[in-house]
């Protein structure tokens, strides 16, 4: 399992980065799309028989940057798709969820990274190697819930997705999984097909009603074909008319006909008996 650790030091020029580099799964799939980045996030995902656990924005214990302003820490731990490790990142994400434990968590990964002449600051892998968060938490492996659902970011709703990571394994699918930030649209999550997703901007007393990734799509196709439909009815009602006055345009052109032969009709002598 790889630790990667987002921070800055103190001097202007030591800008927040990730050490020992950026995630490749971070850029490769636009993690940061679909959270917002100066609220508390939790993102637990799976792409390509690779799992990722990412929680962001943890604030420094005493570390300010030199406008004085409180320096956040962000974790990734990115390992093979294994059930050892599922567990492990499931344990992490509760833990991340649940005030009671996240400030455990904060002050462990805080204690893990100092000031240094080297990008500003330095990490203590070896201390967050030894984080023994799923010992901590009891983890079962009962079968996933493979509903998607959508909720308001709130303690209890946290609390509750705590304990389903606590208790169950996770969808097998590649997708973000599990979301949990502050200002993203609902839009914007089911169109990831986050299968446990809480945002503040999700309006809901508890979790909405499971919703199919597919049903956007649907809608698209949908519309779509009506409104092929709606220009096909518009071509026949074109032709239709068209006919319509062709036929008009033909009838009046045979009684035209018809007049200008009349007079002729009438000068022509009539046939003795």
Request: net charge neutral; glycine share 4%.
């Amino acid at each position: 399992m790889n630790i990667y650790i987002q921070s800055r030091g103190v001097a202007p020029d030591d800008d927040y980065c990730w050490q020992p580099e950026v995630p490749n799964i971070l850029k490769r799939n636009r993690i940061n799309d679909l959270i917002q980045s100066e609220s508390p996030s939790v993102i637990l995902a799976r792409f390509n028989s690779t799992l990722l656990l990412l929680i962001t924005s943890l604030e420094s214990s005493e570390r300010k940057d030199f406008q004085g302003r409180i320096i956040r820490n962000s974790v990734a731990w990115v390992g093979e798709d294994t059930e050892v490790n599922e567990k492990k990142l499931r344990a992490l994400a509760s833990c991340a969820l649940r005030d009671e434990l996240r400030e455990n968590l904060r002050v462990e990964i805080d204690n893990a990274v100092t000031f240094s002449s080297n990008n500003g600051f330095q990490v203590n892998f070896d201390a967050l190697n030894d984080l023994a968060i799923e010992e901590v938490i009891s983890v079962h492996n009962f079968p996933a819930n493979l509903d998607k659902k959508l909720g308001k970011n709130s303690k209890q709703q946290r609390d509750e997705l705590a304990y389903e990571l606590e208790q169950h394994n996770l969808p097998k699918e590649n997708a973000p999984l599990l979301v949990v930030t502050g200002i993203k649209s609902e839009s914007t999550l089911i169109a990831a097909g986050v299968w446990r997703g809480l945002s503040n901007l999700v309006q809901t007393g508890g979790w909405k009603d499971p919703y199919k990734k597919s049903s956007t799509a649907e809608k698209t196709i949908t519309s779509s074909n009506s409104k092929n439909q709606k220009n096909n009815n518009l071509v026949l009602l074109i032709l239709l008319l068209a006919g319509i006055v062709l036929a008009i345009l033909l009838i009046l052109l045979i009684a035209e006909t018809n007049l200008q032969l009349q007079p002729e009709m009438k000068l022509t002598p009539q046939s003795k008996m």
